[in-house]
């Protein structure tokens, strides 16, 4: 039996169309292994967002927390009104993170983290809406075999998959309403789940907030931020949890 041997000046393989094959990386392919395009465009971003704001006339060292926090409360009894619509709103993105530790700036520990569950879950429940409304008969039609089989027992599990997905954020916010409201999830199960599960994470981020009105005290600050890396951490730990469970197993959404 003889082996063949490797030719050296063979010529690389073709398809029907003539197109070359190569296993050398095409350069998307090498931009999506790579973190740095995305940081360089984020970076632009944010520097373009600076220079905007700026032509626009917004005074940036008047950003700080007590500024904030005169600014929102100037709005008298209606404050925690318009901060939960602003929040709530499907159409302008804001980061979570930023407008939940917003609620802590202005209204505190308690009255902050209740205002920005029912902000955050008002956001959830109008981007899953749209989602529903607009895209899913769509999405449905394009679902086959696997995905279509775990679209099925994501709605079968609507809550404990919502509130996993809520305690174990690999998404932007905004882009995990969207994504349920194209799924088969129901729409009562998913706001209750997204409520009970923000929990944790809108109480770690307004305490934060909140410790930045008070600079005297910089345990507070110190605790707040021990308090956001035992979320990181106990998110992971949960993380691996679910990603060990048996994946035979119909009552686990993966």
Known sequence: MTTATPNPHAQPLANPSGAILSDAPTPTAVMRSSPWPKLIALVVVGIGVFF????????????????????????????????????????????ASLMTGLAGVTFGRGPGTLFAMIGATLRACTEFAIARLLGRDAVAKLLKGKVASLDQKIGQNSFKAVLLIRMIPNLPFDMQNYGLGFSQVRFAPYMIATFLGIIPGSFAYVYLGESLTDPKNLWKLGLAILLIVALMFGQKLLKAKQSSSSPGDPESPK
């Open 52 to 95: 905007g704001l700026r032509a626009l006339g917004v005074d940036f060292s008047r950003l700080d927390a007590q500024h904030i926090k005169q600014f929102v409360l100037s709005f008298g009894p209606w404050a925690p009104i318009i901060y939960i619509l602003a929040y709530g709103q499907p159409i302008v993105p804001l980061p």
